[in-house]
């Protein structure tokens, strides 16, 4: 595939490893990918073996499904539910657990629950269901937000009043800042989210660089993209600069799409709260529909219990999804909890952290590298220890791995 | 769910180039281009971004090109250090044996 391919080289990514590799020695450093299709990308291409073991990627908050808390999940199945609903949802939600079963069970209880690719796709089911009340529970940072608006201006301009949007989009941003604020986690430098970055710029993470000091790098989603990304990270501190980046020039613009940005601005205003799985609640991080769309608001057509529930007690995904534990370190991980019989929702989405984990068996490499960094013997650098008692790596451990010739 | 695809852009189906056809893995589908305006206006048989349906920018073939050629040479660079040393280390070799190199402690 083009503008794929090129970007999958393996002797160029085992070269860049290994630069990595010379110039990152003598600490351990921990780069934050925000966006779970980087975390993706990063264990279907078993990048942290081409990285040394003292370069630790985090992983993010940025997986959709992920956040949604199950309060929120089961108030869109308490709709879907409701007579004469068609519930529509992408697929990377169906098996997600709510207090009382998932959305696929809802379907086997008889509600009409359908996957689809786009939310057109569900202005479509509304178009040919006009005595049904289709709804779509959107999910989505701002890469997804534009879509679902411009679906719902378009069944405005087109006079099509049995669509209702169950809004769940989220921001970028103040995730980011929580887990910037958090004692919990000490980041040296961010992969930022390249799609997200399509529409809103690289402009909104300077945030980052000016109040934390810490360089964000904006990346795409091939395996050299994100190795690079590290490498200017790396880069960036070792020359003493902390800059927003835009690696992913090949698709972002440093001002994003200003007509997604005006769709969303139409459509869309700020939630002055919302709540985050892992993360509780924090104000202005979501969207909610603006009042000329009242008519189309979900939440406003149709009751809904809008009750907060807990976490079941083994779950650990809050603590996955700030980085804070590695999903092998969660108590159910692969035992209890698997991508057939989800616990938490880290595990269900193919962006989660644990799912990736697990379905590309990536396990077995992570405690290794975890035994690697907690033997480290001497502290050298300027190196932090984490939460969990491991200490800097030594510096013996850095060591370039061989390179084949091209 | 941010996973977006490259895809070829066909044609425009409409005057307003609101809609158009992309070619995925040999299978055309439909999707919403109106996004593609100002830096992101696309032309037939240029690549756009794909997310749910909807274009989201295009894909920019010089971009693309300059940051290949900066990783083709980030990789290359250090390839030639790597031969380089090799070198330095068979002749250091020829001069001083073996034995020396191993006493130094460094990687055999």
Known sequence: ?406 | MCLAIPARLVEYVDEDRMYGKVELGGVQRRINTSLLVGEDATEHGEYVLVHVGFALSRVSEIEAAETLRILEAMGAAYTDEVEQIREWQSAEEELVGADSRERDGMPA
Not at chain 1, 325 to 332: N, Q, S, T
């Open chain 1, 1 to 406: 595939m083009k503008f794929a391919d090129e970007f999958r080289d393996a002797d160029i990514a085992r070269a860049l490893g290994a630069r990595i590799a010379a110039e990152s020695g003598g600490r351990h450093w921990k780069i934050m990918e925000v966006c779970g299709g980087h975390t993706h990308t990063i264990f279907k291409y078993g990048i942290e073996d081409l990285l040394p073991s003292n370069v630790e990627l985090v992983h993010g908050p940025g997986c959709p499904v992920c956040v949604i808390p199950m309060g929120r999940l089961d108030d869109g199945i308490a709709v879907a539910h409701q007579p004469g609903v068609i519930f529509t949802c992408f697929g990377d939600l169906m098996r997600v657990p709510g207090s009382e079963g998932s959305l696929l069970d809802a379907r086997a209880a008889g509600a009409d629950v359908r996957m689809v690719y786009s939310p057109l796709d569900a202005l479509k089911i509304a178009q040919q269901n006009p005595d049904k009340r289709v709804v779509f529970y959107a999910i989505g940072f701002e890469t997804t937000a534009p879509s679902t608006a411009l679906t719902l201006m378009r069944a405005k301009a087109e006079g099509i009043r049995n669509l209702f949007v169950f809004c769940n989009h989220v921001t970028i941003i103040p995730p980011m800042k929580a887990i910037l604020d958090s004692p919990d986690l000490q980041l040296d430098g961010f992969l930022g989210p390249g799609h997200v970055s399509t529409v809103v710029g690289i402009r909104p993470f300077e945030f980052v660089t000016n109040t934390y000091r810490k360089p964000v790098v904006v990346v795409g989603f091939e395996p050299l993209d994100i190795l690079q990304g590290v490498h200017m990270i790396i880069e960036q501190i070792r020359e003493g600069r902390c800059e927003v980046e835009n690696q992913y020039r090949r698709v972002v613009h440093d001002d994003g799409n200003p007509r997604a940005l005006e769709v969303l601005a139409r459509v869309f205003q700020l939630r002055s709260h919302f709540e985050w799985r892992g993360l509780g609640f924090i104000s202005q991080s979501a969207l909610e529909l603006r009042d000329e769309f009242a008519a189309y608001d979900a939440e406003k057509v149709f009751s809904v219990p809008g009750v907060r529930v807990a976490d079941p007690k083994a779950c650990q995904c809050g603590e996955v999804l700030k980085g804070v534990l590695k999903p092998w370190e969660c108590k159910v991980f692969g035992t209890a909890c698997t991508p057939e019989t989800p616990i938490g929702t880290c595990m269900v989405s193919s962006e989660g952290a644990c799912a990736a984990y697990y379905n590309f068996g990536r396990y077995s490499r992570a405690r290794e590298r975890e035994r690697v960094l907690a033997s480290g013997e001497r502290a050298v650098g300027n190196g932090h220890a984490d939460g969990n008692g491991n200490g800097t790596i030594a510096e013996h451990e850095v060591r370039p791995i061989p390179v084949r010739a091209r």
